[in-house]
C-alpha cells in the first residue's frame, strides 16, 4: 500500500512538471523604450490652429462641436481605418470645449482625459497656449503654492463634504506670518473641485501673487450644493444653511488649522453663478465679518423680481450699511450671457438704493473663460 502512494504522488509530480514545462511565457518588454507617438486627442500646432481625430468606424456623419458659448460645428472627414479628423483654423489662445457630434449623439472624446465635470459631465476641454508669452491662467510664476483637499463631516449639511484651500508659497515660506482668505463659491453644475480643476484659481494666484500684483493670501473652495441640484444651493433656505456652514464650521476650521487673519479686513468672499448670489447674500448679511464681496454672473441676481427683504433681512432699513462696511463690491456679467440684461436691471437697483459698486463686463457667455478672468482681475484688487 505504501508503495502504490509513492508511485502516484511521483506520478503527480512529473505531470506537474510536464505541465509546467509546456506553459510559455509570453510577456515581454520589447517595444516599451520608444519614442512617444503623437497624441491622438486634439493636437494644438504652433500656429494656434487645432487637429480633432475620432475613432468611430461604425459611424456615417461626425461633427466637431467647438466651444463651450458659441458653439462652431466642423463637419469631420473619414479615412478608410475609420477614423473621422478635422483641421481647424487658427484660434485664439484661451480654454475651449468640445464635443463630438456622432449620427446626431453628442459625445466627449474618449481619447482625451481633460474633461469639465461637476455635477455632470460637460465636454472634453483643450487649451491653446499664448503664442509669444503664457497667458494670464497658464503657469508662469517661480513660486507655487499647494492645494489642500479637506474631507469633513458638516453637521449643517450633515453629510461628508469636501473643500479644497489654495496654501500661497509664501504661508509656506513663512507660516508663522498671518495671511487673508478669500472664500471662492462655485457655479450651479459644479463642485468643490472646479475653480481649482476648471477655473485654474491656483495658477492664477501664483502668478499674480509671483508677479507682485496680488497680495499672498488663502483661497477656500468649498461645496456650495446640498442634494446636488441647482435649486438647494440658490433658495433662501439653501443660503442660509450654506451660510451657516460656512460661518459656524468653516471660517472657524480655516483658522484654526492655517495661520490666517481673523478679522474681517482680511477676508473676502465671491463666486461665480450660483455661487456669486450666494456671495452677494452671504456676504451683506455678514457684513461684519467680510470687507470684499464679488459676484460674477449670478442667476438669482438678474432676476427682476429678486426679493432682497426675503434673502436679505433688514437690508431695505439700511442701505448705508453696506457702504460704510465694504470696502468693495464687485459685480460682473458676460454681455453674451442671458442674465447680462438682468444685471444691468440689477445695478441700476443698486444705483435706486444708494449702494455703491463696481461693475465688469465682456464680450463672453456662461462660461469659464469669462470667470478666469474675474478671478484675476478681482484678487489684484483685494486686501491692499
Not at 429678486?306 to 433688514?314: C, E, K, L, Q, S
Request: some cysteine; aromatic content about 12%.
Amino acid at each position: 500500500m505504501e508503495r502504490i502512494k509513492i508511485i502516484l504522488i511521483l506520478a503527480c509530480f512529473l505531470s506537474v512538471s510536464a505541465s509546467a514545462k509546456a506553459q510559455v511565457n509570453t510577456f515581454s518588454t520589447e517595444g516599451w523604450w520608444k519614442p512617444a507617438e503623437p497624441p491622438f486627442f486634439p493636437v494644438v500646432h504652433k500656429d494656434g490652429s487645432l487637429t480633432f481625430r475620432l475613432k468611430a468606424p461604425s459611424a456615417d456623419s461626425v461633427v466637431l462641436l467647438l466651444d463651450e458659448w458659441d458653439v462652431n460645428e466642423y463637419p469631420m472627414s473619414v479615412d478608410d481605418k475609420g477614423i473621422w479628423s478635422v483641421n481647424v483654423p487658427a484660434v485664439d489662445p484661451r480654454v475651449y470645449q468640445y464635443k463630438f457630434k456622432v449620427d446626431g449623439l453628442e459625445i466627449i472624446d474618449p481619447e482625451n482625459p481633460v474633461i469639465k465635470a461637476g455635477t455632470t459631465v460637460y465636454g472634453s476641454i483643450v487649451e491653446v497656449p499664448g503664442k509669444d508669452n503664457p497667458r494670464f491662467d497658464e503657469l508662469s510664476g517661480s513660486r507655487m503654492g499647494e492645494v489642500h483637499n479637506i474631507r469633513y463631516f458638516s453637521p449643517i449639511i450633515n453629510k461628508m463634504r469636501a473643500m479644497n484651500i489654495y496654501v500661497p508659497a509664501a504661508a509656506i515660506e513663512n507660516p508663522d506670518k498671518q495671511y487673508p482668505v478669500l472664500y471662492l463659491r462655485h457655479g450651479g453644475g459644479d463642485s468643490e473641485d472646479s475653480w481649482v480643476k476648471d477655473g485654474k484659481a491656483a495658477v492664477i494666484l501664483d502668478n499674480l501673487i509671483s508677479g507682485g500684483e496680488a497680495v499672498p493670501m488663502y483661497v477656500v473652495m468649498s461645496n456650495g450644493l446640498i442634494d446636488g441640484s441647482w435649486s438647494s444651493g440658490s433658495t433662501p433656505e439653501g443660503i442660509s444653511a450654506l451660510e451657516k456652514e460656512l460661518v459656524d464650521y468653516i471660517i472657524p476650521f480655516t483658522e484654526k488649522r492655517y495661520n490666517v487673519a481673523t478679522d474681517k479686513d482680511h477676508r473676502a468672499i465671491a463666486g461665480l453663478s450660483m455661487g456669486g448670489g450666494q456671495s452677494f447674500v452671504i456676504g451683506l448679511r455678514n457684513l461684519d465679518k467680510f470687507s470684499v464681496v464679488g459676484e460674477f454672473s449670478s442667476g438669482i441676481l438678474s432676476d427682476d423680481k429678486f426679493d432682497y427683504d426675503r434673502y436679505i433681512p433688514g437690508l431695505s432699513n439700511d442701505y448705508q450699511k453696506v457702504n460704510d462696511s465694504l470696502e468693495l463690491l464687485w459685480v460682473s456679467c458676460g454681455t453674451k450671457d442671458n442674465r447680462y440684461q438682468g444685471h444691468l436691471n440689477f445695478i441700476k437697483q443698486l444705483d435706486k438704493k444708494g449702494i455703491r459698486y463696481e461693475f465688469y463686463d465682456g464680450p463672453w457667455g456662461h462660461e469659464w473663460q469669462f470667470w478666469r478672468q474675474q478671478l484675476h482681475d478681482f484678487v489684484k484688487r483685494l486686501f491692499k
